[in-house]
């Protein structure tokens, strides 16, 4: 049998839905963005709320705990965007239905093993991200952040930044899927699309009632002053060259990370190199320190 569904995760859902429903073995889904098959496929529409469909349908199965988590498991997986994973997703749904209870113990089954171990995937970048987001001002009280992340991990790491960033507007860029996640008190979220991919920064890119960072800057008088320079400053004058493990920080911090941080050790080098043994500034000759 194969399906045809819509490239979303409420699409893939109402595939599996409809192969549920019929007993479905081992179906093979296609998404309307795969390439053209010459076989016979069987389309199926995303229906609405599947979401909390699939919900009350495994929590009556397994219990509340068991079929969240198996729920939390399938969409976590489903965000490592690894090819070939839906027929190993739908089998690990068919399993935990069929078995009444969570399957994600059950690792010599090849489905499980490869769903369980995109979810660690995508979890575990989302958890690294929560602590290697770094954020800055670009208008007004407006904070932005930016990341190229290998899995879809934007959804998992939002609701971390809206709760602990509830009174404050941010944007969280995911560079990668050209995404952008707006947050504005009281408003919730919305997601955007980058108007201009092949740019590095949000330059020309202008979010719904926000003005272009262009103009911001030109009302706002005096340039903000560079805390990120001041920060790699600090980072190469606290640093002993000495005792530079670059084995163990690649360990700890691997390079694809460092592009965005604003402790980038590339960055930070290079202020080494240039002003390391200038004098320090007196209290008070830095525009932003009393």
């Known amino acids: 049998m194969f399906v045809l569904h819509e490239p979303t995760f409420d699409g893939l859902l109402s595939a599996f839905a409809w192969c549920l429903r019929r007993r479905e073995p081992h179906p093979v889904f296609f998404a309307d963005s795969d390439q053209p098959v010459l076989l016979p496929v069987q389309p199926v529409a995303a229906e609405s709320g599947i979401r909390a469909l699939f919900r009350r349908h495994f929590c009556r199965q397994l219990g509340d705990a068991a079929g969240q988590a198996v729920l939390e498991t399938v969409y976590t997986a489903y965000l490592s965007e690894q090819e070939g994973l839906s027929a190993h997703l739908y089998r690990y749904l068919f399993l935990a239905l069929d078995m009444k ?28 991200y929560l602590g290697l987001l ?14 190229s992340p290998d899995c879809h991990v934007l959804p998992l790491i939002l609701p971390h930044f ?17 995404l952008a996640a707006w947050y504005r008190p009281g408003r919730g979220c919305s997601l955007h699309l980058l108007l201009d991919p092949d740019e590095e920064t949000l330059t020309g890119t202008v979010l719904p009632g926000l003005p272009a960072p262009a103009a911001s800057a030109q009302a706002g008088g005096e340039p903000a002053p560079d805390f990120e320079q001041l920060w790699q400053l600090y980072l ?3 640093a002993i060259p000495e ?8 360990a700890n911090m691997p390079k694809k990370y460092w592009r965005y941080l604003a402790e980038n050790p590339l960055a930070a080098a290079q202020v080494a190199a240039t002003k390391r043994d200038a004098p320090l500034p007196k209290h008070g000759s830095i525009p932003f320190l009393p």
């Open 101 to 128: 209870k969570d399957p994600a113990a059950l690792l010599q089954d090849r489905s499980v093993a490869a769903v369980v171990q995109a979810a660690r995937r995508a979890g575990g970048q989302a958890h690294q």
């Open 134 to 147: 770094r954020f800055r001002l670009i208008h007004g009280q407006l904070y932005m952040a930016e990341f």
């Open 236 to 238: 190469a004058r606290l």
């Open 243 to 250: 005792r530079r493990n670059r084995k163990l920080q690649m």
């Open 162 to 178: 809206a709760d602990r960033l509830s009174d404050q507007p941010f944007v969280i860029c995911d560079r990668r899927r050209q």
